[in-house]
């Protein structure tokens, strides 16, 4: 029996793959583990290109790969994507050995070849999860979330996997990476229908391969509703309280369950969502928080009108996209003989006529106006891309509504408040200060016209 023929009889035990490949890029043996990779067997190999079973990228890099053995008669040790012609994506650590003829030249290579994409696709995931994790440098981005379900779904081999919230009875997807099945962010399911509800049972990470026998599955809703066989799940926990659950699933069983190493991914992975979800409700209490300031600080607490620092603020975006003839109108109100009604009555019922005069003057103006309190008794409607005509309009609907406001008080006596108003509209060249002061002048022209009336600047009393 010759050497060739006792090692490769040696070869065929190895679960190594191993194949002899000579200068024409053809297989001249193949041991079973080998062939069964590609789906074949050692027989339909034997003789055929090395091309017929890789993609025509993938042969190029590979041809390189031998010519660099075939010149230099040097062992050559590398790692490789590869796709296989069928389009299966694998990565390989490749080593090839020369084999050398009397007068050593290389006459072929052996190459073993060992498949290594789970080990890869554990150290994406894993660089993934620790990017996620740890990276408090940078803003978190809940994309990063899209990514580790991606990544999860080709590492586990499944069909989908999700990232949803659970309140009350309702399952919210959030997140949601699909290979197959179609479970879009956003939809809504009933928690009892979920796989995810023997989670929150279990309150911890479980998983099958089987659900059909599985006693927690196989007459459960979930499995009734869905039929999926495969599944693994964890519980997503947010300052000590259940906020969603972490799941992957597939129509079919895999070929083989779910190994310690992939259980203690997910479980990271869980971690990894965890932090972003955590880290995005800090973020959203922070906005809140910042809006809800911002409020506060531009709202007049009486009345619940913006005050004259929002007031101001207004005027000028208005003046800043003014529109050639198209300005805005300012009108400055005052109510008249308040100072009486302080006197006699007591400043909470000055309180009360400012309110019922504040709501009568918000319900007159149009949906794009603003009313605003200036300060006291004193108040200014700003009017967008308002002409001369509507404007009037508006501000005397204004003038009426408060003068139409009673007030009755628990003595019976009955307040009906009146305002004056001041009105300008705003020129190319106006900024809020020159805007507003012509209003406040034809407000005093207001007061001494006798009150209850609208002065528009440089004009007569209307």
């Known amino acids: 029996m010759s050497t060739n023929r006792i090692t490769h009889k040696i070869i065929e035990q190895l679960p190594t793959m191993v194949a002899y490949v000579d200068r024409d890029r053809c ?24 091309n017929d079973v890789l993609s025509d990228e993938s042969y190029r890099r590979v041809k390189e790969s031998h ?15 590869i796709t296989l012609r069928n389009e299966r994506k694998c990565f390989l650590d490749i080593r090839y050995l020369p084999e050398l003829d009397d007068q050593k030249r290389v006459i072929g290579l052996y190459a073993l070849i ?35 379900l991606r990544i999860g779904v080709d590492y586990l081999g499944v069909d989908i996997g999700t990232a949803s919230s659970i309140k009350d009875d309702t399952y919210t997807i959030e997140w949601a990476q699909a290979a197959k099945m179609d479970f879009p962010a956003g939809a809504q399911l ?3 229908t979920t796989y995810c509800s023997v989670v929150l049972k279990e309150n911890n990470l479980i998983h099958t391969n089987g659900a059909s026998e599985d006693l927690r599955f196989k007459d459960h809703s979930s499995y009734q509703t869905y039929g999926l066989e495969t599944y693994i799940g964890t519980p997503l926990i947010i300052n000590d309280k259940t906020w969603g659950i972490l799941g992957f ?31 995005q409700q800090v973020r959203s209490d922070l906005i809140r928080q910042r809006d809800d300031m911002a409020v506060i600080a531009y709202t007049d607490s009486l009345t619940g009108l913006k ?34 009604v302080n006197d006699t ?11 019922a005069g504040t709501k009568a003057m918000s319900e007159a103006v149009r949906s794009s106006d603003s009313v605003v309190r200036v300060g ?69 022209k207001a007061k001494r016209a006798g009150r209850n009336c609208v002065v528009w600047a440089d004009e007569s009393t209307r």
């Open 67 to 81: 010519d660099r053995v075939f010149a230099s008669g040097e062992k050559f040790e590398f790692s490789e994507a």
């Open 307 to 340: 005050n004259r620092s929002a007031g101001m603020q207004i005027v000028e975006q208005n003046l800043r996209r003014q529109n050639g003839e198209r300005g805005c109108v300012v009108a400055v109100i005052d109510f008249d003989h308040f100072k009486a």
């Open 27 to 50: 297989f001249r043996f193949v041991n079973t583990a080998y062939a069964s990779f590609f789906g074949l067997t050692p027989d339909d190999m034997l003789g055929r290109s090395v």
């Open 190 to 192: 009933p928690l009892a």
């Open 345 to 355: 009555y007591g400043h909470d019922v000055g309180d009360k006529v400012l309110i």
């Open 376 to 444: 006291g008794e004193e108040f200014m409607v700003v009017l967008a891309y308002a002409d001369h005509e509507s404007a009037a309009q508006v501000l005397e609907r204004v003038r009426l509504a408060v003068e139409e406001t009673v007030i009755t008080l628990d003595s019976g006596d009955v307040i009906n408040p009146t305002v004056s108003i001041g009105v300008s509209e705003s020129k190319e060249e106006d900024d809020v200060s020159s805007l507003y002061r012509r209003a406040d002048q034809a407000l005093y």
């Open 114 to 148: 060992e498949d290594v994409s789970d080990y890869y696709a554990s150290v994406d995931l894993m660089r993934t999860i620790h990017e996620v994790i740890h990276k408090r440098g940078r803003r978190i981005d809940p994309a990063s979330i899209d990514e580790l």
């Open 249 to 279: 699933s597939r129509k079919n069983r895999r070929a083989e369950a779910f190994s310690d190493l992939e259980v203690e991914m997910v479980r990271m992975m869980g971690t990894a969502v965890e932090t972003v979800v955590a880290e």
